[in-house]
């Protein structure tokens, strides 16, 4: 079955697209996404948004049937867990950071999952302006923003990189003013994968090609004469105080780990509700959330997407509305 | 814009010869009867893709694409650029989009719709006798691009809002009808385009592509990095070609009328058929597979499944394979036929 693009009609002029990670919504069925979590946090004017979710768990499905990389991701734990200290939480807490870095192993699966959230935004592109013209507005004053979580902001901040620097893609910031309201991370692995993968850097194919490694993280941008055009007015990082895939171990942030690019709006969730104060605790409850996957509210998962939501309704209505 | 697709323009020749053969060789040697045994049913594996949802936003933007020409274009830009206003608040711009506007004021293609400029719709025939010695084809990409260009000095926000100042709304809403129509098309061309990248990637590697082992996954790893055709590439997708190095213990050939089993190592090539109908899955997947691949083999001269191939007096042959039908012929005293069916027993290694 070929994947197909959602195709929507906007209710109202702005739309959302949801782009999934791992742990909270690995199932990559529609059930998996936060919907609900995501509505209760809008309030009485989420039905106002086009929400759209993309999937891709199914290319992931080919890469572990077609392709073995235990030893690879292997090599990449073991960079981790030195990073982390020796221990048995450590092997934990890189067992459950390893599932957010083998995407940069396979070029194919990352070509793949680019070319559908390409796709998927071209249909947004294409809905936007139906809606638009329907009501005789001009489409370039509706608003889309996007809403990735973990693994998903890896492939968002790589795919937003492809279309705001590669003209084929007919998507560019300011050459096709493709631009988005907001673009909001949660717990985002990029820097972590940045450091990670840059220290296996021979292995990783087509390196000029991945953009968290290949230049300095920033903003995605097209750059035109002298002019930088971002791809967002708001880029915004939202991360956990005990969430070791957004940066943080108890508390602590990890410089190597932590995403940081100029220009981004921060937000650090201090995530002392779920009563972790220990690294046997972090790791049991990360070994918990890593086992038990899905769409459901799991509070003592620091990396828990439902929760992250839940717990940013100000932001969300401000940022995506 | 158009992706490169390699396997589609070469699968036809691949279909006949390959089928021909197979068909051939099984009558000859009485075959058919092990292929049978072998069991050739492809399992049905579907892929959790996206929920699908009709593009009826597609329909709206064709047949809107249909009712604007290449002169109402053109008319909108030279009028939308008389405006002062505008110019000046256009700046550096202002010469890009007059530029864009005088190519886009082709009197060869004024009849045109923006769907035919597209090649989505036929041309107008008046237009074809004239275009004929114009030039059509290698004019009206550039006639998109320079849509492109006039669309995007015309929406930069001190234009739109220069102009919202200085025209009547009937003429902003007619060039942002006019110029969104234009750009969507091509918006629609590249969202066909990675969707047809993605089918290539699920050809390649998803649930009807081969099954690789450890030693092909490290092989296909150098190739993907290091040999040029392997790897994939953003605009293009992935490569058709695919390394073969493979243990097999499933062939079957019949000695004094009995069923032996073979066992072989397989050294060659897998070519992937990206054109629509290929890719099929169940009794289709027979005539129209993802792959044929090719290449050399060798066989222990002692028959049996988990025979080391060089265990004893060693025997090379040749392999070809249409999808999961694999059929080999080795020398040796007397020529032996065999067969076997793509498959692995043990995830990643054989």
Redesign the interface.
């Known amino acids: 079955?070929?994947?197909?693009?959602?195709?929507?009609?906007w209710p109202s002029d702005h739309a959302i697209l949801l782009v999934h990670g791992i742990g909270n919504a690995s199932l990559?069925?529609?059930g998996a996404f936060p919907l609900d979590t995501l509505r209760n946090s809008l309030g009485s004017q989420s039905h106002d948004a086009a929400i759209y979710t993309?999937?891709y768990?199914?290319?992931n499905?080919?890469?572990a049937?077609?392709?073995?990389f235990a030893a690879a991701i292997g090599v990449m734990k073991k960079t981790v867990c030195e990073r982390l200290g020796s221990d048995d939480v450590a092997d934990a807490l890189a067992d459950y950071i390893g599932d957010v870095l083998w995407p940069v192993l396979s070029?194919?699966?990352r070509?793949?999952v680019?070319?559908?959230l390409?796709?998927q935004l071209?249909?947004i592109?294409?809905?936007r302006?139906?809606a638009a013209?329907?009501r005789?507005h001009?489409?370039?004053d509706y608003k889309i923003s996007i809403v990735a979580h973990s693994l998903g902001c890896y492939h968002t901040y790589e795919a937003l990189w492809?279309i705001a620097t590669?003209p084929?893609?007919?998507?560019m910031p300011?050459?096709?003013?493709f631009t988005f309201k907001s673009v909001i991370l949660m717990a985002s692995p990029v820097q972590l994968i940045r450091t990670v993968a840059g220290a296996i850097k021979a292995i990783v194919?087509?390196v000029a090609?991945v953009a968290a490694l290949s230049h300095e993280l920033a903003i995605p941008a097209e750059t035109h004469g002298s002019k930088v055009t971002p791809s967002t007015s708001h880029f915004i990082s939202v991360c956990g105080t005990k969430d070791p895939v957004g940066g943080h171990l108890l508390g602590d942030r990890l410089p190597w780990a932590f995403m940081d690019l100029p220009g981004q709006e921060l937000v650090v969730d201090t995530q002392q509700i779920l009563n972790i104060s220990s690294r046997a605790e972090l790791g049991t409850a990360l070994r918990a959330a890593r086992t038990s996957a899905g769409p459901g509210v799991q509070v003592s998962d620091p990396h828990s997407w439902t929760s992250y939501i839940a717990h940013h309704g100000d932001l969300l209505r401000g940022a995506l509305l | 814009m158009t992706p490169v697709v390699t396997g589609a323009t070469r699968a036809p020749n691949a279909t006949r010869l390959t089928g021909w053969l197979t068909m051939r060789v099984a009558r000859a040697t009485g075959m058919v009867r092990i292929m049978m045994l072998a069991g050739f049913a492809v399992g049905a594996t579907s892929v959790n893709a996206q929920p699908a949802s009709l593009p009826a936003a597609h329909e709206r933007l064709l047949a809107r694409a249909d009712s604007i020409s290449v002169g109402d274009y053109c008319r909108l830009a030279q009028r939308v650029l008389s405006n002062r206003t505008v110019v000046t608040a256009l700046a550096d711009d202002s010469a890009t989009a007059k530029l864009s506007a005088a190519s886009i004021c082709d009197p060869l293609l004024s009849d045109f719709s923006l769907r035919a400029l597209r090649g989505e719709a036929p041309a107008p025939l008046a237009s074809i006798a004239r275009v004929r010695t114009g030039g059509y084809s290698a004019v009206r990409g550039t006639l998109f691009d320079a849509m492109d260009e006039f669309r995007a000095a015309v929406t930069s926000p001190e234009a739109r809002a220069a102009l919202r100042q200085s025209a009547d709304n009937a003429t902003v809403m007619e060039l942002v009808r006019v110029t969104e129509t234009a750009h969507s098309l091509l918006v629609l061309a590249a969202r066909d385009s990675a969707l047809s990248r993605l089918r290539r990637y699920e050809r390649k590697l998803g649930p009807t592509s081969a099954r690789l082992n450890a030693p092909e996954v490290v092989l296909n790893y150098a190739a993907q990095r290091w040999v040029p055709g392997f790897g994939p590439r953003p605009q293009s997708g992935p490569s058709p070609l695919e390394l073969v190095a493979s243990y097999v213990p499933t062939y079957a050939t019949i000695v004094d009328d009995r069923l032996q089993a073979v066992s072989a190592s397989e050294f060659g090539l897998r070519w992937y058929m990206f054109g629509e109908r290929f890719g099929a899955e169940g009794l289709k997947g027979l005539l129209f597979p993802s792959y044929w691949s090719a290449g050399a083999l060798v066989v222990s001269d002692r028959n049996g499944a988990l025979v080391w191939p060089w265990d004893g007096r060693t025997r090379t042959g040749a392999f070809v394979s249409w999808g999961a039908i694999k059929i080999a012929h080795v020398g040796g005293r007397q020529g032996e036929w065999i067969v076997s069916r793509q498959m692995q027993i043990i995830p990643f290694v054989f």
């Open positions: 079955m070929p994947f197909i693009p959602q195709s929507l009609n990559g069925a529609q993309v999937n768990d199914f290319i499905d080919w890469a049937t077609k392709i073995d070029a194919s699966i070509f793949a680019r070319d559908a390409v796709a071209a249909q592109g294409v809905d302006t139906e013209l329907a005789g001009d489409p370039l492809a590669e084929r893609y007919q998507l300011r050459s096709d003013r194919p087509d090609t």
